[in-house]
């Protein structure tokens, strides 16, 4: 099952970004993530990537999340630093991936924790 599931990621269409994770000082992660593989599943934001909060009408979420899947990283890169990563749509071509062009810039999160930050170098249709 698990091999169907990363046979299937690599296939998918996917863009390539430079990527930061900020460090639990920085209102980030306690360790870095599983890079490759299509194992850590957060969602991205396009926006200022110095945001630290999200967007909120009371308790609802006010942006669009984005479904992604890091399918490859540098797995010895270091909180805080820029690092080139992979990371696939999962729902593509669905239109909300529309705003994923050639330096856009985006916000990783875990729910409504901003965890890391991007920004798009390419998009590789599949």
């Known amino acids: 099952?698990?091999?169907n599931l990363l046979t299937f990621m690599s296939e998918m269409t996917y863009?390539?970004?430079?990527?930061?994770?900020?460090?639990?000082?920085?209102?980030?992660?306690?360790?870095?993530?599983?890079?490759?593989?299509c194992v850590y599943r957060p969602h991205i934001v396009v926006g200022d990537p110095n945001q630290k909060q999200a967007i909120l009408n009371g308790n609802e979420i006010q942006e669009s999340y984005l479904g992604v899947a890091f399918q490859a990283g540098d797995e010895n890169a270091e909180f805080d630093k820029s690092f080139p990563a992979e990371l696939a749509l999962i729902y593509y071509p669905h239109p909300i991936y529309d705003s994923l062009v050639p330096d856009?810039?985006?916000?990783?999160?875990?729910?409504?924790?901003?965890?890391g930050s991007g920004k798009v170098k390419k998009l590789c249709i599949r």
Not at 16 to 34: C, W, Y
Not at 104 to 115: D, K, L
Request: zero cysteines; proline letters at 3%; hydrophobic letters at 40%.
């Open 15 to 37: 863009i390539e970004a430079d990527v930061t994770f900020f460090s639990k000082s920085e209102g980030g992660r306690n360790t870095l993530p599983t890079l490759s593989g």
């Open 104 to 115: 856009a810039t985006f916000t990783i999160r875990e729910g409504a924790a901003i965890v």
């Open 1 to 3: 099952m698990a091999q």
